[in-house]
């Protein structure tokens, strides 16, 4: 029987893992990052961000007022037609008042409980699930891989960024890093800021299913970034 090409895959996979090796490390190196001699301005990283994100199908726009954002939600959400959004609260979406001018112009915020009884969640999933688009704020953006940071919690929910097939997250230019570490080197308490956090490159992808590259399957099928000053 002639071997598919999953299974060649899955065979020089195994070959590899057998032959490899760890590189050298010395205790006083290992895991550490060497920041760059000098940061770049932050426009050269806006312009690396958005060219990152780019190659892996986001988009990226930028917004200088709340009203500018409102208009670039308003056409996402036209383009896909979608009616109301999951949403965090405005105070965790980095623009005041955001939440106000969508409403104005038509876009419905669907708010939810997730309820400790497994079959009331079920029926809050259900019903959540049928909204299109997903709207939130983000800790920081990593411009050497086009990744968003996002901190759930109180007003942050998870699933605003998980569960539409449209995410549009709104981060400030002023929260633009280099790179993951730069921003774990600068703030040693990220990870227990929030219940959750997560690094979003792009939509949601997967190969999984006989080799074929499927977006949305996982997640988001499309991701905006709107950055505000």
């Known amino acids: 029987?002639?071997?598919?090409?999953?299974?060649?895959?899955?065979?020089s996979v195994r070959d590899g893992l057998l032959r490899a090796v760890l590189p050298d490390a010395t205790a006083d190196r290992a895991g550490r990052w060497?920041?760059?001699?000098?940061?770049?301005?932050?426009?050269?990283?806006?312009d690396q961000f958005s060219r990152t994100l780019a190659?892996?199908?986001?988009?990226?726009?930028?917004?200088?007022?709340?009203?500018?954002?409102?208009?670039?939600?308003i056409g996402v959400a036209a383009a896909?037609?979608?009616?109301?959004?999951?949403?965090?609260?405005?105070?965790?979406?980095?623009?005041?008042?955001?939440?106000?001018?969508?409403?104005?112009?038509?876009?419905?915020r669907v708010t939810y409980e997730m309820s400790g009884d497994s079959v009331e969640r079920g029926r809050t999933a259900h019903d959540v699930g049928r909204v299109d688009l997903g709207l939130t704020g983000a800790h920081a953006a990593l411009a050497d891989s086009g990744a968003i940071v996002l901190v759930c919690g109180p007003g942050r929910g998870r699933l605003a960024s998980l569960l539409p097939p449209i995410h549009v997250a709104i981060v400030s230019e002023r929260r633009m890093w280099p790179a993951l570490p730069?921003?774990?080197?600068?703030?040693?308490?990220?990870?227990?800021?929030?219940?959750?956090?997560?690094?979003?490159?792009?939509?949601?992808?997967?190969?999984?299913?006989?080799?074929?590259l499927t977006h949305g399957v996982h997640g988001p099928k499309h991701v905006h970034v709107i950055l505000v000053p």
Do not use: F, K, Y
């Open 1 to 11: 029987m002639t071997a598919s090409a999953r299974d060649r895959i899955m065979a």
């Open 34 to 46: 060497e920041p760059p001699a000098q940061v770049p301005p932050r426009e050269v990283l806006v």
């Open 55 to 73: 190659a892996l199908t986001g988009h990226v726009h930028r917004a200088a007022t709340a009203t500018e954002a409102a208009d670039i939600v």
């Open 80 to 108: 896909h037609g979608a009616a109301s959004c999951l949403s965090w609260g405005d105070e965790h979406l980095g623009c005041p008042g955001l939440l106000s001018l969508l409403a104005a112009r038509g876009l419905a």
């Open 182 to 212: 730069a921003l774990v080197q600068a703030e040693p308490g990220l990870l227990d800021a929030g219940s959750n956090v997560v690094v979003v490159a792009g939509p949601s992808r997967t190969a999984d299913i006989e080799m074929t």
